[in-house]
């Protein structure tokens, strides 16, 4: 029988499509699903699940962190195997342990919950970058570069590029290491995760702050008492040595980016705390009102919420007092990490030694201070105290 040109053109089509019907019943990642997998995550207090989302990158076959942590410890578990050879830090942490123990150490923290953050992908490098607006003069500059003028809609615009400059984050590792006693933990009962997990978790929370405050940025983050953008305001004349008054608290404040203001917080040494609890203002009845006050647990100054640490210079020291908006301050952080065990440091002691590795950088998001657009007043979202005492 012989068909015809349309009949069999049919025949073929039928054919073609019972061919492909199989694998038509698959359904494959679309442009837009490629996009959100490449789409990189940040924001001001992220967490590490919301950084990083819900996949799973480093499978979990253990029952908890407990069950995890002894098999470290042992070394010669199966379930180790894919986790050790991803790294060369140990064993990487599954993410259900990750985000516990990252998560909880920010509620610790003060400059991370408070910073931009954001998550680098496990095997996409150790260096970020991130744009950001070169601003600092109103005056001469326009706003983050961007210059306007007013005029009718047929009247000629002035040309203007925003200036932008490249912030470029790389992952620097913060080891932590802790030695336990295994005949202690044996006799106390205490699981182990209530000691190491615990353990790391103040750690990584005190060493993040400790260089996002204090880092030089050769080898670990750029804190803020380093940044180029830092104003330092200097003690007043006559002004003895380790003290505080209410002209140094003006001071800092009037120096303050004025879009910062409902974000800043004083972050004070420990040791400031008598010499803030004595300064007072005289009211027009002739009362003399505290300064600092206390609401629900929580200090505050002149409106703003004061925290003391001890990961800030000390009384009399330039940064013992300061006033600063961390949201113009960025985080990266790797989503590997690692945790080591070793038995043979601590043999003859009945030891463990553990070792914890986290892949993280930080630095100020603005380079330098900034003119006002009155061209003379000079402001910054990092404000502190400078030396008091004598040189």
Not at 273 to 281: A, G, N, Y
Request: charged share 25%; proline share 4%.
């Amino acid at each position: 029988m012989k068909l015809t040109n349309v009949e069999l053109r049919d025949l073929v089509k039928a054919e073609f499509d019972k061919a492909i019907a199989p694998y038509l019943k698959v359904q494959r990642p679309t442009d837009d699903d490629t996009e959100k997998s490449k789409k990189m995550i940040s924001g001001i207090g992220k967490k590490y699940r919301e950084l990083f989302g819900d996949q799973t990158v480093i499978k979990n076959d253990f029952d908890d962190l407990e069950d995890f942590l002894k098999a470290v410890k042992g070394g010669f578990d199966p379930r180790l195997k894919d986790l050790s050879t991803l790294t060369d830090a140990g064993v990487l942490l599954p993410d259900e342990f990750k985000a516990d123990l990252l998560d909880s150490a920010l509620e610790e923290e003060i400059v991370r919950p408070r910073s931009m953050s954001y998550g680098l992908k496990f095997g996409r490098g150790k260096t970020l970058k991130v744009p950001a607006f070169l601003d600092v003069n109103h005056s001469t500059t326009g706003i983050a570069g961007v210059e306007a003028s007013w005029g009718t809609e047929l009247s000629q615009k002035d040309k203007t590029e925003p200036k932008f400059r490249m912030i470029e984050m790389t992952l620097k590792k913060l080891f932590c290491y802790t030695e336990s006693s295994d005949e202690l933990i044996q006799q106390s009962g205490i699981p182990m995760r209530e000691v190491i997990g615990i353990a790391f978790r103040k750690a990584l929370s005190f060493y993040q702050d400790l260089a996002y405050l204090r880092g030089d940025g050769e080898g670990e983050p750029l804190g803020v008492l380093n940044s180029g953008a830092l104003l330092v305001q200097a003690k007043e004349d006559e002004q003895a040595d380790n003290t505080i008054c209410f002209e140094n608290l003006v001071g800092i404040f009037g120096k303050m980016l004025p879009g910062s203001l409902k974000r800043c917080v004083w972050v004070a040494s420990i040791s400031t705390l008598p010499q803030l609890m004595q300064i007072t203002i005289t009211s027009e009845s002739g009362a003399n009102i505290r300064v600092m006050q206390e609401v629900g647990g929580k200090f505050y100054m002149l409106g703003r919420e004061i925290l003391f640490t001890e990961k800030v210079p000390a009384l009399g020291n330039k940064g013992c007092l300061g006033l600063y908006d961390f949201s113009a301050y960025a985080v990266l952080l790797g989503e590997d990490v690692g945790l080591e065990s070793s038995i043979h440091t601590g043999f003859r002691e009945d030891k463990t030694a553990w070792r914890f590795v986290l892949n993280v950088d930080g630095q100020p998001t603005v380079e330098d201070t900034l003119t006002c657009y009155d061209g003379e007043t000079i402001v910054s979202p990092f404000v502190c105290l400078g030396d008091v005492k004598t040189a």
